[in-house]
């Protein structure tokens, strides 16, 4: 089609940027550069064998045609056990949405709610999608820094000064995807206590990193940590990251009636069920021995202290210890100003991931794309090895400029 104009809700979205970078990696890995790629937000341990083996005893036994549209029972069935177990949250399966993947409940989630005008409330720097997912469903994406001097996380004061009475949701993220910030329980309640002042706000968790935590850390969610909330919190996990299920396309919510039925309604116009083979692999992820989550993380921790310690040692970074996911969010600030061998000027942190992609093959993503400057996203979700390269990588880059 010559003529081709996409429609103007589009035209407002970017494409994803993470999936950008892993595709430029991706291609100059297939014309021979060597490249190390830390752009993906994918756990690169397998999907476990006992789930995979469920997976297959289900397309033996003839589970390989359409389901309810949100999801079979068993599966709502193994979710609520998993939010009271975890989250000592109470849903019955009517309270329980399953769709392809956290970000088609995100996505069902604003499309059965937003008016034109809404406004979302994001702290920055956030998850690529939730701006542009905003956008796409109608309404109007309110950007809030969480900066560095706060640990990336959202304060009270800066939560209430951008509440307004267009305000429909606050996208709440911990652990954050990109920084691996996590609000502890305290903190967590800080915001709730503003939030009971405004009872029209709606919270959005995304608790997709739940389990990726470290340090003892104790992971808490908005619904549990304030119940007068409960009514109005949608509480969405998944198995993509916890189970390394990124390809099976499972994610799931927790949360008020009225509105779980809203989401199987748009689900019913567009994508129908989840795959019916990925639903019976994620009920046997979520009943079954829970223990290797514990082996990943301890894998995982070991990985961003090496890439915390290796960045803080680059010339012009520095780099906070987050408390869990597999990111790291470093600032590169100190290099902003400085140029390449080449002569290529570092003008900001785009340009500083396109001179590091080009100089050493090192895929990261600029923290620009996650609406905080001058920063970058490092994924450790990758060997040990290949990490200390990457870091000596970007060492070498970092003391190259000039
Ligand atoms: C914070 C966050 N939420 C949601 C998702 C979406 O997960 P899924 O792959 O299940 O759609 C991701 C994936 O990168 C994420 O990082």
Redesign the pocket.
Known sequence: MTNFQQSEALSRVQPSTTLAVTQKARELKAAGRDIISLGA?EPDFDTPDFIKDAAIQAIRDGKTKYTAVDGIPELKQAVATKFKRDNNLDYDLDQISIAP????I?YNALVATMNPGDEVIIPAPY?VSYPDMALLAGGKPVIVKADASNGFKLSPEALEAVITPKTKWLIF?SPS?PTGAAYTHNEIKALTDVLLRYPHVMVMS?D?YEHIVYDGFEFATPAEVEPALYDRTLTVN?A?KAFAM?GWRI?FAGGPKPMIKAMAKVMSQSTSNPSSISQWASVAALNGDQSFLKERNDAFKERRDLVVSMLNQANGLTCATPEGAFYVYPSCEGVIGKATPNGVKISSDEDFAAALLEDEGVAIVFGAAFGLSPYFRVSYAAAIEQLEDACQRIQRFCASLT
């Not at 993947?101 to 088609?104: I, M, R, S, V």
């Open positions: 937000g993947g956290g970000k088609a995100l998850w993220n995807n995304d997709m998944g993509s990124t994610g």
